[in-house]
C-alpha cells in the first residue's frame, strides 16, 4: 500500500550572493544533516538562519527546514508553531509546502481540524492531490459524526471524503440522514489510487527509504559514528551516487532511518507515512531486521533489498525481497559451472570460517559438487591458527603432489587469508585456489610476488578496480568526505545508480518487470549484475591476477 504522501518535499537550494560561503556553512550542514538523520543537531544549526532581520529571505527557508527537521524528530507541536509566520508570507513562493507541512504537523497533533483548513487553502494541483492522500489516512479511523459535520467545508477534499464513504459502508446500518450524505459522497475516488501506485503510473521521483543500522553497536546520531562504521560507508558511496543523480537531472528522493539494530525502534520507522509512498526500501542487513522489513514490503508491494548479504535462507518465500549481492546458492553454482568447464580433476577441498554465509557456501557447494560426480577430500571449518595445518594435510608443499586439484576458501577474513598468503610466497605449487573477491582489498596482499598466480577470486559485485569511472568514484568521493572510499563504499555507490537504472519514468515502477526485461547490465563502477528471473545478482565472474591487472576467466 504505497499509498501516502511526499514527507520529503523537495525545496530548491536557495542561492543568493548577499550572504558569504562562510555564513552559510551551518546552514547546508544543517540539511546534510537533516539527510543523515540528526535532527536535533540540524535544529540547532538553523536557528541562527531564522533571523529575518539578518538574513532576510534565506530565513524562511531556514525556519522550513527547522519544522521539517522538527517534525521528522516527532517534534509536531514545535513544527507546528513554527511554521505559523511561514502561512503569513502570502507572496512566499513556497507557501504551499509550508501549508503541506504544517496539516501534516497538525494531524499528527490529532488536530484534524486545522489541517484540513490548511490543505484547503493549498493553490498548487499536484501538492494538494498529495494532501488529498494524506487527508485519506489520517482521517479513515476518524469518527462518522466528526466527518459528517465537516463535510461541507471539505467536500472538495477527496481523501475526506473516501474516508468518509468507506467509514460509512462498514456500517452494519445506516440512519436515512446518512444514507443521504453516502449518496453525496459514493463516487468519491483520489486520483492515482490509496492502495499503492498504479503500475502504468511514471510519478516524477524515485522514492527510496534507506532503513540502516548506523548505530549498530550502541549509540545515537551520526557525529560519534566510528570512522570505519562499514554501514555508514555503504551510505556515503549511497548518498554520493543520488546526488550525482539528481545533479544530472534524475529525480531521485532519498530519506534515510537509523534502525540501531533495535526492533521497537524499526517497527517505529515501518509505522512513518514515508514508508507508505517508497517505491523501494534499502537495507537493514542483520537477520532480525531483515525478516521484520521483509514482512513488511510483502504486504505492501514495496520491493526489499539487502545490499551486502548473500545469505537468502529466509527471503525465499517472499515476492519482494532482493538480495543486491549474489546468494549462496547463485555462488556454488557459479563457481561449479567455473570449474566443470575449465579445470581438470574431480578433487575439491574446501575451507570455510565460522560466518554463516560460509558455513553455508561451503555446505551447499559440496553438495553441489557431489551431485556433479566430484569428491570432497576436505570440508573443514578453520581460522587464523590451523589453516596452514588444513594445506599441510592436503599435502600443499614446495615441488609436492596435492591431495585435491582444487581449493575453496570461503572467507573474508584478513586473518585467514594472511597465513595462506605467506604459505603461497613460499612454495611453488601449481594448484588453483579459489577465494572471495574481498581478498584483493587486503592491504598486506602483495599478488605480483606470488611466482605461481594461483589464485582466483570469486565475483561478489566485483569492482573495475582499475577503470577511469572507478577513479572518477574515488576523486568525487575524497572531495565529498576527505577520505578515500572501502568497498562498501564502492558497493553503495554502484547501487545508486543500479537503483535508478531499475526503476525509473521511463522504464517504469516495476522493479520484477524490468529486471527481467534488462538481464546482464554493466555496473556504474561494478562488472556487472543479471537478476533476470531471479531476486539476487546470478552474475558470478571469476577472475585472475595476470601482469597485475584483473582478468576475467
Known sequence: MRSLLLLLILIPVFVTNTYAQDNLANYKRAKTLIGYGNYKEAMGLLVPYMDDTKFGELSKYATYHFAHAGYLNNQFELASTSLKPLLEAKSWRKLDDAKYLYALANFQKKDNLSAL??????????????????????LKNESVSFLTSNLSKFNANQGFMQALKEKLESQTIMSTDEKAIYNQVKSAKIEDGIAKKEKNKNPQFLEVAVILPFNYSGGSG?????????????YQGL?????????????????????????????????????????????????????????FAENN??????????VDEKFEAYDFAYLFRPSVSS?????????????????????????????????????????????????????????????SNLNVSRNSNPKADMVFVFSDDPNIASPIFGLLESINVDLPIFVMDSWLYFNFANYEMLENQNLRF??????????????????????????FPSF??????????????????????????????????KGKISYGTNFQNSKNNRYIPIFKLEDGVLIEK
Open 222 to 234: 551520526v557525529n560519534n559514528l566510528n570512522a570505519h562504521n562499514f554501514i555508514f560507508e555503504l
Open 458 to 483: 570469486i565475483g561478489n559485485n566485483s569492482v573495475r578496480l582499475e577503470s577511469p569511472e572507478v577513479e572518477n568514484f574515488k576523486n568525487g568521493f575524497y572531495k565529498q568526505y576527505s577520505t
Open 117 to 138: 483548513v490548511a490543505i484547503s487553502e493549498i493553490k498548487d494541483a499536484n501538492l494538494f492531490k498529495e494532501a488529498e492522500k494524506a487527508s485519506y489516512i489520517f
Open 488 to 521: 562498501n563504499a564502492h558497493l553503495g555507490y554502484d547501487l545508486a545508480y543500479w537503483l535508478h537504472e531499475s526503476i525509473n519514468v521511463n522504464e517504469g515502477f516495476d522493479l520484477r518487470k524490468n529486471l527481467d526485461k534488462k538481464g546482464f547490465r
Open 301 to 310: 508491494d514495496i520491493p526489499f533489498i539487502n545490499p551486502l548479504s548473500n
Open 239 to 295: 548518498k554520493l551516487g543520488v546526488d550525482e543523480l539528481n545533479k544530472n537531472g534524475k529525480k531521485v528522493n532519498l530519506r534515510t532511518f537509523d534502525s540501531a539494530r533495535n526492533p521497537e525502534k524499526l517497527k517505529q520507522i515501518l509505522a512513518d507515512p514515508f514508508l507508505e509512498i517508497a517505491d523501494i526500501i534499502v537495507g537493514p542487513v542483520y537477520p532480525e531486521e531483515t525478516e521484520i522489513v521483509a514482512a
Open 331 to 391: 555462488i556454488s553454482q557459479g563457481l561449479m559451472d567455473f570449474s566443470r568447464k575449465n579445470l581438470e580433476g574431480k578433487r575439491i577441498a574446501i575451507a570455510y570460517s565460522g560466518a554463516t554465509r560460509d558455513e553455508l557456501l561451503s555446505k551447499q557447494t559440496a553438495e553441489l559438487a557431489v551431485k556433479l560426480g566430484y569428491q570432497i577430500v576436505a570440508n573443514k571449518s578453520v581460522n587464523e591458527k590451523d589453516i596452514r595445518t588444513f594445506f
